[in-house]
């Protein structure tokens, strides 16, 4: 063959080889096919219903909750369906017929110990007279609750029955975002619906349980979901599915599952000791942002910035102090101020662990003796009176009556007046504690004065104030020339 033929021939050869890669396609090679993992894991999922304390008309199914009530947004035809088939069975009522008891389906668990043991949530079974458990092969059991815990809306049931196919469970760090997985409940009464998804994201932190570090999936879960399980590609749960986030109260492709892991520890206990013992640290923390890291010297924003350190916690008596940043857990580097308390709740009280800590642009080890979790309650105060500073702010002394509503023992002016300014732009607000100033007592209007003079232009220091009963760090941006108050 001419040698000036062998192009021609190479670029035809790649071609016919691409266009067999490409008549592949992505979804043909890596969709998988849920059918045989749904037989095999179906017998261990259970439908969870419940008698409430209060009637069907009294009870108010929240976002997550709730089977048998119809939502309102959904359409008439749908509507009309739902009232004809009614999750347990149970035909509409005929005008006059005396009410039945009422039977409402709110979630669903699955089998966790053969021996009869059910996990499912919190909140489906907490306001619960009667707890009634069916297995897929129709027996409805009544539960016991053996224990329930808020914090990570776990609960335990017991029924009456051996030999159970219950789950295997997973090893949730080997958890990718990306992987495949598949929920398996009863969404508004269907019983054994399926729906799959991907793992969106890992440790995710939310507002309502601080210790539960959460597994976010895109699977389709909807009220009637909660307390089942989140199976992988081999059977194997990974997560107990527990809220959606939904401005409708249905699926909108964010849903949050707790790891099995942390789940697992809860229903451990709640078995051994019928209550959950968590460890304390004893510090309030938030976030570190990139003006707060520039104000404290720091090349990134990372760690978890203590605000307050309550009294006669483990963190007081080995030394942290407002203003440390807290880098590093028992060896576990903090990204974020939200991926503390997990790691602190799931330490046993007692447990000596060592914190890598900045303070004062130097990092220090401190050694913390590890303390039992608490009950705790915060409460903030409001009030009076006048004086004018620099900055933008009007300032006054606390009372005796403001140091009782605010809980401020010593120190600390009220922060009465706002005005376009640094204070204003760093988020300062009306009604604050200003407590310390680039870490400056502050005490009176004169002593703010005091510190304000001695800030270097142009910099970027710390304020510590308290709004609402708890403490927050800000950023103030100090300015080149001096402010000038606006009339």
């Not at 999922?45 to 909750?65: F, L, W, Y």
Request: glycine letters at 10%.
């Amino acid at each position: 063959m001419p040698f000036a033929v062998w192009p021609r021939v190479a670029s035809l050869c790649v071609a016919a080889l691409l266009s067999v890669a490409c008549s592949r396609t992505p979804a043909e090679v890596r969709l998988p096919d849920f059918a045989d993992l749904v037989e095999e894991v179906s017998p261990s999922v259970v439908n969870i219903s419940t008698i409430p304390v209060e009637t069907a008309a009294e009870a108010e199914p929240g976002p997550t909750e709730g089977g048998a009530t119809v939502p309102d947004n959904l359409p008439e035809w749908m509507k009309r369906f739902l009232e004809q088939h009614a999750p347990n069975g149970v035909p509409p009522a005929e005008e006059g017929d005396e009410a039945p008891e009422e039977q409402q389906s709110l979630g669903s668990g699955f089998v966790l110990w053969k021996d009869g043991y059910i996990i499912t949530n919190t909140h489906v079974v907490k306001d619960a007279r009667e707890v009634l458990v069916r297995l897929s092969d129709r027996r409805e059991l009544t539960a016991t609750v053996v224990g329930m815990d808020e914090p990570s809306d776990i609960a335990l049931l017991k029924i009456d029955a051996d030999k159970l196919p219950a789950v295997k469970v997973a090893e949730v760090g080997k958890l990718r975002v990306g992987q495949w997985v598949m929920a398996i409940g009863s969404p508004f009464g269907f019983d054994y619906s399926v729906t799959a998804g991907i793992v969106s994201a890992k440790g995710r932190s939310l507002f309502t349980e601080q210790y539960v570090p959460f597994i976010q999936t895109d699977a389709a879960i909807n009220p009637g979901n909660s307390g089942g399980p989140l199976f992988n590609l081999k059977g194997e749960v990974v997560g107990v599915n527990s809220q959606i986030y939904s401005q409708t109260g249905g699926n909108s492709g964010i849903a949050f599952a707790i790891p099995i892991d942390v789940a697992l520890r809860v229903a451990q206990q709640l078995k051994d000791k019928g209550h959950v013992t968590r460890g304390w640290l004893g510090v309030v923390v938030q976030e570190v942002t990139r003006a707060l890291a520039q104000s404290f010297g720091m090349a990134r924003a990372e760690g978890a910035l203590v605000a307050k350190v309550i009294p006669g916690s483990p963190a007081e008596k080995a030394g942290i102090q407002p203003g440390d940043v807290i880098l590093a857990f028992d060896g576990q580097v903090l990204g974020v101020s939200s991926e503390l308390p997990p790691l602190v709740g799931v330490v046993d009280p007692g447990a000596d662990v060592p914190l890598k800590v900045l303070r004062e642009g130097k990092q220090i080890t401190i050694k913390v003796e590890i303390g039992e979790l608490p009950e705790e309650i915060a409460n903030g105060g409001e009030t009076p009176a006048s004086s004018r500073l620099p900055l933008g702010l009007g300032v006054d002394k606390l009372s005796a009556q403001d140091r009782a509503e605010t809980r401020v023992p010593a120190g600390g002016v009220r922060v009465l007046v706002v005005e376009a300014g640094p204070a204003l732009d760093a988020g300062v607000r009306e009604g604050d504690v200003l407590l310390t100033l680039s870490g400056q007592s502050i005490d009176s209007a004169e002593r703010l004065k005091e510190v304000v003079d001695r800030l270097a232009p142009g910099s970027s220091v710390p304020m510590l104030i308290q709004r609402d009963g708890a403490p927050l760090f800000l950023a103030l941006a100090v300015p080149e020339a001096p402010v000038e108050r606006k009339k």
